[in-house]
């Protein structure tokens, strides 16, 4: 009987020291990044006979496992890619609505101003002083696109380079991941029980991958993930990983796109319609729905303009009665598409002498008439010189609008994920976060088991002195 009883203290003992260690260990990670509280399960152990009795044999621990709800941590997985994506996509359509629609760098107050220009020279086309005007308007727009220009392509640089970047780190944590499903799987199989901390690492380097491409993780019955990207390309595979790499976009020269390296040497490149979350998704989404529409129509704009000015130039006559010349330079000899400000839009040389205005429709000698002053001044409002249906100034501000709209959304979008991504997270955290009111409880339980176990022991240990000195 006492041997018994020692026995079943024994189990107590040891079952309140897991209890104890346990809750330690939650309290000592409690600020460890992707940590999930963990709690002993326990088990009565098989009950001895004795005649027509059955007499309990103590308790065992079944397992140590880590708390936390699969829905909950799918749901920060997809709020937070989200937030990335958008945070990405606000930091860039910011970026570009700034130049747009800034007076300092956009394009409305320089082509106001060289339309001004060009009405003074109409109402008085024999002064130098308005002519030179013009020529430092026209010259200042010119100056306002290639300006604009270069920092919308040294914004698609800054883009390729995010996206070579964010491709790395991608890979990084990739292998990492793979890495550590291989350890879980040698220390489970070799263990037979579950690796919480490891499987806690894993979990947060999936959550830190999540962050910069939208994945899907599906559980395998060895506990491991496999990710996945979009429709179901496979990122990682157990221990194995389908490396990305960024190449040049063959659909959009200029522009890099992020591809899997695939087996045989193909390459499979990935765009926003595949990667729609992460900060890469919100890297694709503004080069697509920002950047890109921006260059072509600034292109557009600056060839446009530059083409029907010149037209209108041309025809008319400057101040001794020669025949206009091109005021800005021929864009149509240059390769279309794109065309305009993506190479450059600059005055022809010969327009260095205000004397050139074409303000004349008359010639020779005619210093006086305006009349192609007031048509080329006329272009500010012309209907449909742009598509067909826009004047320059509403062309321009249709880009403006758009990049605006996409900014202030992008915007919303961040404010609307931070909130969805910490209720979610809050969520997550009271099932698997460290609750130090709780652990607290929990030790002063198991020790209270403890110290009870200890005294059953001793209890159990006199009576075994008693029989032995009955016995002697």
Do not use: C, W
């Not at 970026?95 to 339309?115: R, V, Y």
């Not at 070799?190 to 830190?208: K, S, T």
């Not at 890109?292 to 600034?298: F, Q, Y």
């Not at 010149?310 to 001794?320: C, P, R, Y």
Request: aromatic share 6%.
């Amino acid at each position: 009987m006492a041997t018994g009883l020692l026995g079943v203290s024994l189990t107590g003992l040891a079952a309140a020291q897991a209890g104890i260690r346990t809750a330690q260990h939650n309290i000592s990670n409690i600020n460890t990044p992707g940590f999930r509280r963990q709690e002993v399960n326990y088990s009565s152990l098989t009950p001895d006979q004795a005649g027509a009795s059955f007499y309990g044999t103590g308790v065992g621990v079944t397992t140590v496992r880590n708390l936390y709800s699969q829905f909950q941590d799918s749901q920060v997985l997809l709020n937070q890619a989200q937030l990335s994506r958008n945070e990405a996509l606000s930091t860039q359509a910011s970026q570009i609505d700034s130049l747009t629609g800034n007076p300092n760098s956009g394009l409305s107050s320089a082509m106001n101003a060289f339309f001004d220009a060009a009405q003074t020279v109409a109402s008085d086309p024999a002064s130098n002083v308005a002519r030179q005007v013009m020529l430092s308007a026209g010259s200042n727009l010119v100056s306002r696109f290639n300006t604009l220009a270069t920092s919308l392509d040294d914004l698609r640089k800054g883009t390729n380079r995010d996206i070579a970047t964010t491709v790395t780190r991608i890979n990084t944590l990739a292998g990492q991941v793979a890495a550590m499903s291989g350890n879980i799987t040698r220390f489970e199989s070799g263990i037979g029980q579950l690796a919480n901390d490891l499987r806690d690492q894993r979990d947060q380097l999936v959550g830190e991958l999540n962050k910069l491409v939208n994945i899907t993780p599906v559980q395998q019955g060895d506990g491991t993930y496999n990710l996945f990207i979009g429709n179901g390309q496979p990122l990682v595979v157990g221990a194995s990983v389908t490396p990305m790499v960024s190449i040049p976009d063959t659909t959009n020269p200029g522009f890099d796109v992020p591809a899997f390296n695939l087996a045989g040497g193909s390459q499979m490149p990935l765009d926003a319609s595949i990667i729609s979350g992460g900060k890469l998704g919100g890297l694709l989404a503004a080069r697509e729905s920002v950047l890109m529409p921006a260059r072509a129509d600034l292109d557009t704009l600056a060839f446009e303009l530059a083409t029907q000015f010149n037209a209108q130039h041309t025809v008319g006559f400057d101040k001794s009665g020669a025949a206009g010349i091109n005021f800005f330079t021929d864009l149509t000899t240059l390769a279309t598409p794109p065309k305009g400000a993506a190479f450059g839009m600059s005055m022809n040389i010969a327009m260095n002498d205000p004397d050139l205005i074409a303000a004349s429709a008359t010639a020779p000698g005619s210093p006086g008439d305006n009349t192609n002053a007031l048509l080329l001044a006329g272009l500010q409002t012309a209907p449909n010189t742009v598509n067909g249906s826009d004047t320059f100034f509403s062309f321009y501000a249709q880009l403006v609008s758009r990049t605006a709209t996409v900014a202030s959304e992008a915007d919303i979008g961040v404010a609307a994920f931070e909130t969805l991504t910490r209720i979610s997270t809050q969520a997550q955290q009271s099932v698997s976060g460290v609750n130090l009111d709780e652990e607290a409880t929990n030790l002063i339980r198991f020790q209270q088991a403890y110290q009870a176990s200890a005294r059953a022991m001793q209890i159990a240990s006199g009576l075994f002195d008693d029989l032995i000195s009955s016995l002697r």
